[in-house]
């Protein structure tokens, strides 16, 4: 069984203050990976893909990815209070066809 | 633009009693595929449904069976419900490996 690994948190942010959230997994050739943000009583929204190593960008949101090192982070600039959410972190292994394998996820709350 | 529709939105069940959650796609998505979602565990694969006239087991099948019924629709059905599967049910779909799931906005499911 793959896995992939976050921590349940809750980080804790001050509104304006960027936000890193991490994610390691332990399948070496998945070459897809992603981020969902899920409000509490709502459905998983994607919000990041990214599929090379390096840094991708989309406004306040970076997602970065290290094969090499089997992680993948994403990183919200001025953080919002509308911004307080659980961030899963989902995988999709080759050998798995489309489906994915997804994180317990990481709660974000940011203080006005 | 309605994406995944998931029906119905609540329901509680006495231990023992069957249901079918419904779920449909209109985005013309070759996958689709059943989550749960507990606290603390994350979402885990029940059934998928890779194409039209096939169906797989995910993580934990026992207790499920699904229904492709054609490209638009995949049922859940829950024969004999137990109280272990109180939880909140997902459908999502995807076009291709590599692209990320659309998720419907989810069924809570409560046995007693």
């Not at chain 1, 969902?36 to 009583?41: E, L, V």
């Not at chain 1, 990214?50 to 090192?69: C, M």
């Not at chain 2, 070759?30 to 979602?37: D, F």
């Not at chain 2, 049922?75 to 659309?102: D, K, M, N, W």
Request: glycine share 8%; aromatic share 10%.
């Amino acid at each position: 069984q793959k896995e992939v690994e976050q921590n349940s948190g809750p980080l804790s942010v001050p509104e304006g203050a960027i936000a890193s959230l991490n994610c390691t997994y332990s399948d070496r050739v998945s070459q897809s990976f992603f981020w969902y943000r899920q409000y509490s009583g709502k459905s998983p929204e994607l919000i990041m893909s990214i599929y090379s190593n390096g840094d991708k960008e989309d406004g306040r949101f970076t997602a970065q990815l290290n094969k090499a090192s089997q992680y993948v982070s994403l990183l919200i600039r001025d953080s919002q209070p509308s911004d307080s959410a659980t961030y899963l972190c989902a995988v999709n292994p080759v050998e798995y066809g489309n489906k994915l394998v997804f994180g317990a996820g990481t709660i974000l709350r940011v203080k006005s | 633009n309605a994406g995944v529709t998931q029906t119905p939105k609540f329901q509680v069940l006495k231990t023992g009693q069957s249901m079918t959650l419904q779920c449909a796609q209109d985005m013309n998505h070759n996958s689709m595929y059943w989550y749960r979602q507990d606290p603390g565990m994350g979402l885990r694969l029940i059934y998928y449904s890779a194409s039209e006239g096939t169906t797989d087991k995910g993580e934990v099948p026992n207790g499920y069976n699904v229904s492709r019924l054609n490209k638009r629709e995949f049922s859940l059905r829950l024969e004999s419900a137990a109280p272990s599967q109180t939880s909140v049910y997902f459908c999502a779909s995807s076009a291709r490996q590599g692209i990320g799931y659309t998720f419907g906005s989810g069924t809570r499911l409560t046995v007693v």
